[in-house]
């Protein structure tokens, strides 16, 4: 399918490619099985410049935005969706400190992301916060230049192997929604550490961490956006990375399609390829309809964001205001819509289509040694984090009825 | 102050099982996908650490071969070269190592003048299509430098002198030589990175300078085919080997009687 890609984004799909068979391939199953970081993967992508796609020449990255970020996780996914999340959890850790970080920020931080000298992480949920951010209890406490951070937050990816988190806390818990505001730590402040490691069903190979902050004294510069905005950096964030996701998703089905045909196709049973009974092409004709459809969704909807995203860029290193600033002059309504909607559909997709990978091989499919099994365990995840499907439901839901009655209808 | 560092590399067809044409005797290549000889991106790999190693250092690349030979020296700028020399005209083709590695050194000669005094030459062990291994020793005995071949660890180098692991058959060699001097690699000195977008970008803009043998001042007495003393006298591809005997058994000493019993019946013990 020709998605009228530029030479750029082509070169961008090819190195990629070129990593996950080369790179990312012989070394899945390992990561898989103990849960250890892909350190020598992230480093093959560090000198490959793959970290940089999505940032401003200006801080070392290539000028691409959203959609070129999308084809590097694809192509990474297909191989492996856990090693992949290096370069996509760093994306989401990245995004708040693009959208909401001044000058001085910017300089600060994105350099090193953008090379990956250095990784991101994101962390939001607590125990008792998930879909619902407004119950967060880990608290920021303003002292001077500084806000002293005392709580945990918990299933944080790349927990460890990241460091730059940004991270999101109360600073007035009456005002729930109101009081949360978003901070930049770094790995190695003083009362910042990293609690329990949590064992996973899927992406094993991607580090998930509990953080603990025991009176972590931040520098008050380290505030995105202003006290009180961190619901706003969230959910602008959230808007503009679920492509992120979908393309996790969308690489980890595409992964277990390409694995299925493999062995369908030499499998023999009756005398005949597995893959010549009907029964099975069409399920294979199921799979590759939902994943292009899941495709071309993920790619206008993230083209489309892109316009807006790359103008407010663009404005913003001009002006020297935030990217959301400028945000809202080009573009008066939100992208929650169109982001949720590809996050839901690339990830519900992704799940049964690997499922049908599976069923496709018969028992060599469920075994640990084997590739398919994985693409599932891996898949699982996209349904869940970055807001649950059912978020994602209640979000593009919301936003049409608001739709209706700006219309007045 | 830092290293040049000059590559030497050859477009090959892209697989290890080359075909000899059995009129002719020479090497079959058309329809042949072509591709950097895969011992040279070894060499092109571990010139470009060095680069990373030694502050300025710059990595010059040069192919003798045939137009389309370029595409190969711009995969060799997008994985870390600086600049790459393309050494092409008719009367270099059909050149055995001798003349080869003439004109190679010829080419050297003409970049060090051109990009300043070269410090090392590195070179892949061999190339998957002639299979001689000639080429690299060849260029520093032209050169009158010293080489060592079947490098498979530099463990230090600085401007004067490089120290190098050389695999042999019965361990390994720690060697210490002067520069200027060349080198050629075997594949287990590195493992060659994926070309960075970077790269590839620069790859797709740099200017690849063609030299013919007027402009490396080459005798045309030492190129192509007429400056090649070697005569194949004939050529053809082994016949293909037949498989072995799998010893089978269900524990090691079954196993190990079930080949004492077949060496036996062989009258070889």
């Given at each position: 399918m020709n998605y009228f890609l530029t030479e750029e984004q082509q070169a961008i799909i090819e190195t990629a490619r070129e990593i996950a068979e080369k790179k990312i391939k012989p070394v899945r199953e390992k990561h898989d099985a103990d849960e250890s970081f892909p350190w020598e993967v992230v480093e093959e992508l560090r000198k490959a410049d793959l970290f940089g796609v999505y940032f401003h020449p200006n801080y070392g990255g290539l000028g691409g935005a959203g959609f070129e970020l999308v084809l590097v996780v694809e192509e990474l996914s297909k191989a492996c969706g856990g090693i992949a999340l290096a370069l996509a959890a760093t994306a989401l850790g990245t995004f708040p400190i693009i959208l909401f970080g001044t000058p001085a920020q910017k300089k600060k931080w994105l350099p090193d992301l953008a090379s990956g000298k250095r990784l991101g992480a994101f962390a939001i949920t607590e125990p008792e916060a998930g879909s619902d951010a407004t119950a967060t209890r880990c608290s920021a406490k303003k002292d001077g230049d500084f806000y002293v951070l005392n709580g945990v937050k918990n299933f944080c990816s790349n927990g460890e192997s990241a460091e730059i988190y940004t991270v999101f806390a109360t600073t007035d818990i009456k005002r729930g929604a109101r009081g949360i505001t978003a901070f930049v730590v770094e790995k190695g402040t003083p009362g910042f550490t990293f609690g329990k490691k949590e064992t996973k069903m899927g992406i094993r190979a991607s580090t998930t961490y509990e953080l603990v902050f025991d009176n972590c004294r931040v520098p008050a510069a380290n505030v995105l956006g202003k006290e009180g905005f961190g619901l706003f950096v969230a959910q602008a964030t959230f808007d503009i990375s679920r492509p992120g996701v979908a393309a996790q998703a969308l690489g980890i089905g595409t992964g277990a399609l390409n694995e299925a045909l493999a062995y369908a196709k030499v499998r023999r049973q009756f005398g005949q390829s597995v893959l010549s009974f009907q029964s099975s092409q069409h399920t294979v004709a199921n799979m590759a309809t939902s994943l292009e459809a899941s495709r071309a969704l993920l790619y206008s909807v993230t083209r489309a964001m892109d316009v807006d995203l790359k103008a407010a860029v663009d404005a913003s290193e001009q002006s020297g205001k935030t990217v959301y600033e400028e945000m809202k002059k080009v573009s008066t309504g939100r992208w929650t819509k169109y982001s949720g909607m590809v996050k839901l559909f690339c990830s519900d997709t992704a799940f049964w289509v690997a499922d049908s990978a599976i069923q496709l091989c018969g028992g060599i499919g469920y075994m640990?040694?084997?590739?398919?099994?994985?693409?599932?365990?891996?898949?699982?995840?996209?349904?869940?984090?970055?807001?649950?499907?059912?978020?994602?439901?209640?979000?593009?839901?919301?936003?049409?009825?608001?739709?209706?009655?700006?219309?007045?209808? | 102050m830092g290293l040049h560092i000059v590559v030497c590399i050859k477009q090959t067809p892209a697989t290890s099982n080359i075909q000899i044409d059995p009129v002719t005797g020479t090497l079959k290549r058309e329809g042949m996908a072509a591709a950097i000889n895969p011992f040279d991106e070894y060499a092109i790999e571990e010139a470009v650490r060095i680069k990373e190693r030694v502050p300025?250092?710059?990595?010059?690349?040069?192919?003798?071969?045939?137009?389309?030979?370029?595409?190969?020296?711009?995969?060799?700028?997008?994985?870390?070269?600086?600049?790459?020399?393309?050494l092409t005209s008719r009367a270099f083709a059909g050149a055995d190592t001798w003349a080869t590695s003439y004109t190679l050194q010829m080419g050297i000669r003409k970049i060090a003048k051109e990009k300043g005094p070269v410090h090392l030459v590195l070179c892949g062990k061999q190339t998957n299509d002639g299979d001689t291994g000639h080429v690299g020793p060849g260029i520093a005995a032209w050169l009158d430098w010293p080489n060592i071949a079947y490098v498979k660890k530099v463990e230090s180098i600085d401007e004067k002198k490089i120290v190098v692991h050389r695999m042999m058959e019965d361990g390994v060699d720690v060697l210490e030589m002067d520069l200027p001097s060349v080198v050629a690699v075997v594949k287990e000195i590195n493992e060659p990175r994926v070309a960075s977008l970077k790269g590839k970008m620069a790859a797709k803009k740099a200017v690849v300078p063609k030299w013919t043998e007027v402009d490396i001042e080459a005798d045309k007495k030492c190129i192509g085919l007429g400056g090649s003393p070697t005569v194949v006298s004939k050529s053809f591809n082994p016949p293909a080997r037949k498989g072995g005997v799998k010893i089978d058994g269900a524990t090691a000493e079954a196993k190990a009687k079930a080949l004492l019993d077949k060496l036996q019946e062989m009258k070889l013990i």
């Open positions: 640990r040694d084997f590739p398919v099994e994985k693409f599932l365990r891996d898949a699982k995840i996209t349904q869940i984090y970055e807001g649950t499907n059912q978020i994602q439901r209640n979000e593009i839901g919301m936003m049409i009825t608001k739709e209706l009655a700006a219309k007045g209808e | 300025g250092t710059t990595v010059s690349v040069v192919t003798m071969g045939p137009p389309q030979a370029e595409e190969s020296l711009r995969e060799a700028i997008a994985r870390g070269a600086d600049q790459a020399y393309h």
